[in-house]
């Protein structure tokens, strides 16, 4: 993360506070937590929901082996041409994880294996939620997961629990890591995956 990047989300905090929602980007380490066991072969597609300034995108591109397809899905115009600086070997594009399964499926890329997703449900209204999850009902095959990850000081708030519960109703029960402590606020990776 470079001193640019924090400025960068900052202001983008200071613009959209609640689509942001934090005022810096995510650690190495909780980008590791992330990324961790994920099993996307060629011919498989990983989508990222809210990549920001790329701190998770580092970290799933070094993962991703070759012959897999990988699309960022990024709100602030901002961010996207940041993004689009920096992973030049990487397609973003500037919409909502709302419209998520029409993108995949307007680019023709191969079938969703996992979406990564830094979008901060606590803050977001309940309509978005319910969006974006009617877009993970289409996109996730057999097999395929769904990870995000939620700060522990937001965990009980009823938004954060709603959206749990949805997606709970949706792939059944997540798996939760340990609290990754060594981000600012400390926070767990959810997973889901759907059986
Ligand atoms: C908490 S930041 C996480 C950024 C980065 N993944 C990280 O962990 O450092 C949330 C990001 O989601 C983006 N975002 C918010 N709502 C979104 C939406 N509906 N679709 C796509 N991106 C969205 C914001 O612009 C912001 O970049």
Request: include cysteine.
């Amino acid at each position: 993360m470079t001193r640019q990047d924090s400025i960068e989300f900052v202001k983008a905090f200071l613009r959209h506070p609640a689509k942001v929602g934090a005022v810096a980007p995510s650690s190495p380490a909780l980008a590791q937590q992330m990324v961790r066991d994920l099993h996307v072969q060629a011919g498989q597609t990983l989508i990222e929901f809210g990549p920001g300034t790329g701190s998770f995108t580092t970290a799933i591109l070094a993962a991703l082996p070759a012959g897999a397809s990988y699309l960022g899905i990024e709100l602030d115009e901002k961010f996207v041409a940041l993004l689009r600086r920096r992973f030049t070997q990487a397609e973003f594009v500037h919409s909502s994880a709302e419209h998520a399964a029409r993108l995949h499926q307007d680019r023709q890329l191969p079938p969703v294996r996992a979406v990564l997703c830094g979008l901060p449900f606590a803050s977001l209204p309940p309509t978005v939620q319910d969006a974006v999850i009617a877009n993970l009902d289409q996109l996730l095959g057999i097999g395929a997961e769904f990870r995000t990850f939620q700060y522990v000081h937001a965990y009980p708030l009823p938004t954060a629990v709603r959206f749990r519960r949805r997606m709970s109703q949706l792939l059944g029960p997540c798996r939760r890591s340990a609290a990754v402590l060594r981000n600012l606020p400390p926070a767990y990776v959810l997973t889901w995956k759907r059986i």
